[in-house]
């Protein structure tokens, strides 16, 4: 085997799947990517079991192999190297040699038969093809709200939901739950999905922000992504997501807009003295006016108050600051709307005239 490849050119794809090696894994060759060489393209592809990141290289492959090496020390010999640089690869007795100029590298390989790769399941259910930059979108205003290693594990991850010419991607916590759908250009019969955390991540990472287009193909066990050079194979999570209609509330009748920037401005200031754990704010509305307030263990307190255009109740309804913080900050619109029904029901926050999205927080007691 041998490889004639430009450092910047070979770095991309390194990257690319380095993200989801598993550096302590009880399989040593898992901490290992598969290079291989077919017909002038080589492949690097990567796995943990549950996901797999394929990428290739055109016109670099003189000749056909196969080998798995270490993905981690590979990437830290290409970032090194001076760039546009060009890098040779060669096998010698389960070595790779990776030399350039007058430094040379010989690392240790394992055989590519042992590397165990995924498949695709062949029962493909159905097909969707968008632009990777919507799809992006869609992903990134709602993945904030997925749980964390939480016991339940349908929660750690997000539901694509596609039903008829629409997509729904929901995630929540059971504290707070983003929603978002888009159009779809044909119909399909009811079918969801639960993608798990780490590709959610991987997948924001890896998608153009182009209108080149993504094909995602999911079955019962699995859902495969194309775009680009890459091909990202997940396993899904077996589990049933909770309904999320029946959580995002309807008929909220106290509400009112305001700029986006000044309150999340204002939130991040007045959580600086929120309690440290509860990180509780509480929101007091009246009359034109929104007052945020926090306090903390050390009695110390901050208030806020800003103008606004509302004429509903008067509230006092206590938040955890940082799951408004978070919406604030992945929503791009300029405006965003509050509605509220009572003290002790859920905050709704959407974007005025825009049906396709909901974000919903549960109160906490201040």
């Known amino acids: 085997m041998k490889i004639n490849i430009n450092r910047d050119t070979l770095?991309?794809?390194?990257?690319?799947?380095?993200?989801?090696?598993e550096r302590r894994h009880t399989l040593p060759i898992l901490s290992n990517l598969l290079l291989e060489g077919v017909n002038g393209t080589v492949s690097l592809t990567a796995t943990d079991l549950e996901m797999q990141i394929s990428m290739s290289v055109e016109n670099a492959a003189t000749e056909p192999f196969a080998t798995t090496v270490s993905a981690k020390k590979l990437l830290d010999i290409c970032r090194s190297l001076p760039e546009g640089s060009e890098i040779k690869l060669a096998d010698q007795d389960s070595r790779l040699q990776v030399s350039t100029g007058r430094s040379k590298f010989n690392l240790q390989t394992l055989p590519a038969s042992d590397y165990p790769t995924m498949t695709r399941?062949?029962?493909?259910?159905?097909?969707?093809?968008?632009?990777?930059?919507?799809?992006?979108?869609?992903?990134?205003?709602v993945e904030f709200s997925m749980a964390q290693q939480d016991i339940r594990y349908y929660l750690n991850g997000l539901l694509l939901e596609v039903n008829g010419e629409r997509l729904h991607v929901v995630g929540t916590d059971g504290h707070r739950l983003s929603y978002i759908c888009a159009d779809l250009e044909q119909s399909f019969d009811k079918q969801e999905i639960i993608l798990p955390r780490k590709t959610v991540t991987e997948l924001i990472k890896l998608l153009d922000d182009t209108d080149d287009e993504i094909v995602i193909e999911i079955s019962s066990s699995q859902a495969n992504f194309t775009f680009s050079n890459i091909r990202l194979i997940s396993k899904v999570i077996d589990g049933k997501f909770p309904?999320?209609?029946?959580?995002?509330?309807?008929?909220?009748?106290?509400?009112?807009?305001?700029?986006?920037?000044?309150?999340?401005?204002?939130?991040?200031?007045?959580s600086i003295l929120s309690n440290e754990k509860?990180?509780?704010?509480?929101?007091?509305?009246?009359?034109?006016?929104?007052?945020?307030?926090?306090?903390?263990?050390?009695?110390?307190?901050?208030?806020?108050?800003l103008e606004i255009s509302y004429a509903g109740d008067p509230l006092d309804v206590g938040f955890n600051v940082t799951y408004l913080i978070d919406v604030l900050n992945n929503v791009q619109n300029e405006t965003v709307?509050?509605?509220f029904a009572?003290?002790?029901s859920s905050c709704l926050v959407t974007i005025p005239d825009n049906s396709n999205y909901r974000y919903v927080v549960m109160p906490m007691r201040i």
């Open 278 to 305: 509860y990180r509780g704010i509480r929101m007091v509305l009246g009359a034109n006016s929104l007052r945020l307030v926090s306090s903390n263990s050390e009695q110390e307190e901050a208030e806020e108050e």
């Open 11 to 21: 770095l991309k794809p390194l990257s690319a799947v380095n993200g989801i090696v």
């Open 342 to 344: 009572d003290a002790n």
């Open 121 to 141: 399941t062949p029962n493909t259910q159905l097909t969707l093809r968008m632009a990777q930059k919507a799809f992006r979108q869609l992903l990134r205003q």
């Open 337 to 339: 709307e509050f509605s």
């Open 243 to 270: 309904d999320y209609n029946r959580v995002i509330p309807v008929g909220h009748q106290n509400k009112f807009e305001i700029n986006r920037l000044t309150v999340l401005q204002a939130m991040q200031r007045a």
